[in-house]
């Protein structure tokens, strides 16, 4: 099977696509294992617009393309869970800490370009690995009541 992973165009800059870039560089919430949106192993992950440029070569809608509703996406992970489990969730995120860890992920991403490792799901270096620490999710602090007098 062949999904997409969005790329670094501004055409990919909506909540879909950012929204599976947050994922990718986000641990998962649901198991403790899973630092972030990986594909299956029966998954091939291509770039969008490796796909977009191949539509491009030629009118397939003459024959049929299953391009035509656009790239299917990685959505879910190799640990079984989804991108919401993989820091996404709008609602409980608000737009201005979506927004902020949108444009970490897509830094994230410029930095894997640079290295030619866009699509290597495992690749990490010391750059990399700082930024990703401001992707996980932030500990609630408890208020301790203090006694009442």
Do not use: W
């Not at 539509?55 to 656009?70: P, R, W």
């Not at 991108?83 to 737009?95: F, I, K, N, P």
């Amino acid at each position: 099977m062949k999904l997409s992973y969005p790329c670094l165009s501004e055409a990919n800059h909506n909540d879909l696509t950012l929204s599976l870039r947050i994922a990718r560089h986000s641990p998962c919430a649901a198991c403790d294992s899973c630092p972030g949106l990986r594909p299956p192993a029966s998954v091939e992950v291509v770039l969008d617009d490796d796909v977009h440029q191949k539509s491009l070569l030629g009118d397939l809608t003459q024959y049929g393309s299953d391009e035509e509703d656009g790239p299917a996406y990685l959505e879910i992970c190799i640990c079984g869970h989804d991108v919401a489990d993989h820091g996404v969730q709008l609602a409980a995120l608000g737009r201005e800490e979506f927004s902020r860890r949108a444009r970490l992920a897509t830094r994230l991403d410029e930095l894997l370009q640079e290295a030619d490792r866009q699509l290597d799901f495992n690749y990490t270096d010391e750059d990399i690995d700082s930024l990703r620490q401001q992707m996980k999710m932030p500990v609630s602090m408890v208020s301790i009541a203090s006694p009442s007098i």
